[in-house]
């Protein structure tokens, strides 16, 4: 079960994966390491996790298709991760 803390930063998007048939695995919060998490995610196309480290949000997934599709990299907003991880699964519009 997803812990409140990572919920309250990650909820909505968690909430529009699964519309697209996206569903946790397993996940992990650490208060004491600022904040960080992850979420194990799987989907029709495959597994993937998504990492809060330090403040930064990081998409982990098929390295190829990450580099191709420009991912491969830090996102400092949520607003900005919420948008690649979309583009990553092809739920973007």
């Known amino acids: 079960m997803t812990s409140a803390a990572i919920l309250a930063d990650a909820g909505a998007l968690l909430t529009e994966l ?9 996940s992990q919060y650490d208060a004491g390491d600022c904040g960080n998490y992850y979420v194990d995610l799987t989907g029709p196309h495959g597994d993937f996790r998504i ?13 190829e298709r990450l580099k191709d599709l420009g991912l491969f990299r830090t996102f400092d907003q949520m607003s900005q991760f919420r948008e690649a991880v979309l583009r990553y699964v092809g739920a973007a519009a």
């Open 18 to 26: 699964a519309v697209h048939g996206i569903h946790e695995t397993a």
């Open 51 to 63: 990492t809060r480290d330090e403040g930064q949000y990081l998409l982990h997934g098929d390295l």
